[in-house]
């Protein structure tokens, strides 16, 4: 592995030149080192790489070629010290919880996160007596009231899912790193193509890579970056010991996706903003939620701590749920299903699939309507996409 890289470099650059993986074949493009375990030259040797006297694969619960290079490129990238790999984004969120939490703890979450995160907290790691509060996510107040001496963590997303409503994470790792609790950030909408959180202060970087970090919908897969001790040692541990782990096939995939990033972040968000200036003035639009345009009460801050808007646009029409399902059974070159940051563009109806199970009093307080719809702008002609909405919304 070539760990001679620029931290300094352009996340261009880092995507493409970080961590690349090249064995003793000379090979341009890297490999997928499709093995469960690895060899050793003798018993002495095996025994050395075991208690850690010497560096080298041992098995690939714990290390493997191909995700180790995904993991330091990703890093690279994030601007943290270390990552580790996982199955998917809601094993990202599992292992930093079960490593990062014990019984009696306090963690303060959005109210508007992706929907089988809150499914997790609630349903799974508070049975194992972690307590959990969900706030306004814009609202730094409300975090600030539910600061108390148990909490550890605060957990948010920003962009939101799916009003693409703006979080302060200067002003929430302030929160945070004023108690003793530590700020993870799902960096699963931007990217540390258009967001680096760390530098904004925050502890911890998950990703669910299943999404724009493949960037064509291929395969499931996971992430967390963040500091040496807590990342590259007290997470790595819990993967080597639990096992959520990716496997090397879909880092390789991963590991590609991450060469095109830059460009193709760029490229959704050139599409989404003109889709949603074209869907600010359509008669059938009552509210078009989309950071990018300049009636966004937080289009400031989010110019402020992102170098550009993303891909996600939501919007609600005025004829509530019969009218978003006319129109999504309308669309031709929309794609319905719940995967988003693929090449091909996707809608979704939050409230009957991905913000189905968190019943309709958390919807209602999270503003999630029935008439709202969200896009996930691939990378299609946009004028294409124009018209496909165009002839839906009549
Ligand atoms: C999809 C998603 C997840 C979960 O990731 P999986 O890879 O599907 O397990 C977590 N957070 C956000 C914001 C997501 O969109």
């Known amino acids: 592995m ?3 890289f620029d931290p300094a470099w352009s996340v261009d650059t880092l995507g493409i030149r970080a961590a690349e993986l090249r064995s003793q074949w000379g090979e341009h493009s890297p490999g997928i080192f499709a093995t469960s375990s690895f060899c050793f030259d003798s018993a002495e040797q095996a025994q050395a790489t075991f208690a850690e006297q010497r560096g080298g694969y041992i098995y690939s619960r714990f290390t493997n ?3 180790a290079a995904f993991e330091q490129r990703l890093a690279a990238m994030e601007g943290g010290d270390a990552c580790v ?3 998917s984004g809601m094993a990202a969120i599992l292992s930093l919880s079960l490593t990062l939490l014990k019984q009696g703890d306090h963690v303060i ?3 508007t996160l992706f929907g089988s995160t809150i499914s997790l907290f609630n349903n799974y790691v508070a049975k194992f007596g972690v307590r959990f509060s969900y706030v306004d996510p814009c609202d730094l107040d409300a975090w600030r009231e539910q600061m108390g001496p ?5 957990f948010v997303e920003t962009p939101t899912n799916p009003l693409g409503e703006i979080v302060d994470l200067r002003g929430l790792a302030d929160i945070a790193h004023r108690g003793e609790a530590l700020l993870v950030v799902d960096n699963c909408f931007l990217t540390p193509a258009l967001q680096r959180p760390l530098s904004l202060g925050a502890d911890l970087v998950m990703h669910s890579a299943t999404k724009y970090l493949d960037g064509q919908g291929r395969c499931v897969g996971g992430a967390i970056v963040g500091d040496a001790q807590r990342v590259g040692k007290q997470l790595f541990g819990f993967m080597r010991t639990c096992g959520p782990c990716m496997s090397p096939f879909n880092a390789w995939v991963f590991l590609k996706g991450l060469e095109t990033l830059n460009l193709r972040m760029r490229a959704h968000g050139d599409g989404a903003q003109r889709i949603a200036e074209w869907l600010a003035q359509h008669p059938a639009v009552a509210q078009v939620h ?3 345009l300049a009636s966004h ?7 402020a701590q992102q170098s550009g808007f993303g891909g996600i646009v939501s919007f609600e029409l005025h004829g509530g749920q019969a009218a978003a399902f006319r129109m999504i059974n309308a669309t031709r070159l929309l794609s319905i299903t719940a995967n988003l940051g693929d090449t091909r563009s996707t809608v979704t109806h939050p409230a009957t699939t991905t913000h189905l199970r968190i019943g309709p009093e958390l919807r209602e307080r999270a503003g999630i ?3 709202l719809v969200r896009l996930s702008i691939g990378l299609e002609g946009v004028d294409d996409l124009i018209a496909d909405l165009e002839q839906a919304l009549v």
């Open 65 to 67: 070629p191909t995700v």
């Open 2 to 4: 070539n760990d001679s």
């Open 109 to 111: 979450a959005s109210r």
């Open 297 to 303: 009460p937080q289009h400031e801050l989010a110019k």
């Open 369 to 371: 309507r029935d008439g």
């Open 85 to 87: 790999a996982t199955a």
């Open 290 to 292: 989309y950071a990018g």
């Open 150 to 154: 148990d909490t550890k963590m605060l």
